[in-house]
T-cell receptor, first 111, second 112 residues
Framework: TQLLEQSPQFLSIQEGENLTVYCNSS?????LQWYRQEPGEGPVLLVT?????EVKKLKRLTFQFGDARKDSSLHITAAQPGDTGLYLC???????????FGQGTELSVKP | KAGVTQTPRYLIKTRGQQVTLSCSPI?????VSWYQQTPGQGLQFLFE???????NKGNFPGRFSGRQFSNSRSEMNVSTLELGDSALYLC???????????FGPGTRLLVL
């Protein structure tokens, strides 16, 4: 079974703090995606990374793909209450394969 | 452009019944994937349809089935419902399957 481990599962922080969410696997990804899901809605894609070592920035969010393409991280700088939600990483182990999701990180940012 | 729509949004069934969920993809998208989301197991892939053919399948029992119509709309059926089938069922569409998937809001199914 191909597993995608995400940590931490829950994170409660104050507005203005920084945080990092991790996504790890023992297998190599062909591509990896990060999603954000709010209550009552489906996940919304934030970013896709495909190259080992790749770093992408989306405003205060920084996404990094590991050199070996087995892990990824999402770093949020100066978190705001609007960042609250469920963050999911999802990877494909081969093109045309199914998307495997991590368990998710439930983030709560308190004002 | 309208997003992915799913109907119904909420559903309550009893054990042993069967249920059909519907998904209308974004216009022009030919790939539709279905996922089950539960607090314990997270988001799990059920199956993917492309041009009316099942192209990928997850590890779910045969009680879970689906189909896709010529207009790319898709339905998912679960027969002989069990309590453990209570979940949020999400569908996602994309043009060909490899590109960005756009998720619908989901159908929340409660089995009593």
């Amino acid at each position: 079974t191909q597993l995608l481990e995400q940590s931490p599962q829950f994170l409660s922080i104050q507005e203005g703090e920084n945080l990092t969410v991790y996504c790890n696997s023992s297998s190599v990804f062909s591509s990896l995606q990060w999603y954000r899901q709010e209550p009552g809605e489906g996940p919304v894609l934030l970013v896709t990374v495909v190259t080992g070592g790749e770093v992408k920035k989306l405003k205060r969010l920084t996404f990094q793909f590991g050199d070996a393409r087995k892990d990824s991280s999402l770093h949020i700088t100066a978190a705001q209450p609007g960042d609250t939600g469920l963050y999911l990483c999802a990877g494909k182990y081969n093109q045309g394969g199914k998307l495997i999701f991590g368990q998710g990180t439930e983030l709560s940012v308190k004002p | 452009k309208a997003g992915v729509t799913q109907t119904p949004r909420y559903l309550i069934k009893t054990r042993g019944q069967q249920v059909t969920l519907s998904c209308s993809p974004i216009s022009g998208h030919r790939s539709v994937s279905w996922y089950q989301q539960t607090p314990g197991q997270g988001l799990q892939f059920l199956f993917e349809y492309f041009s009316e053919t099942q192209r990928n399948k997850g590890n779910f029992p045969g009680r879970f089935s689906g189909r896709q119509f010529s207009n790319s709309r898709s339905e998912m059926n679960v027969s002989t419902l069990e309590l453990g089938d209570s979940a949020l069922y999400l569908c996602a569409s994309s043009w060909g399957g490899e590109e960005t998937q756009y998720f619908g809001p989901g159908t929340r199914l409660l089995v009593l």
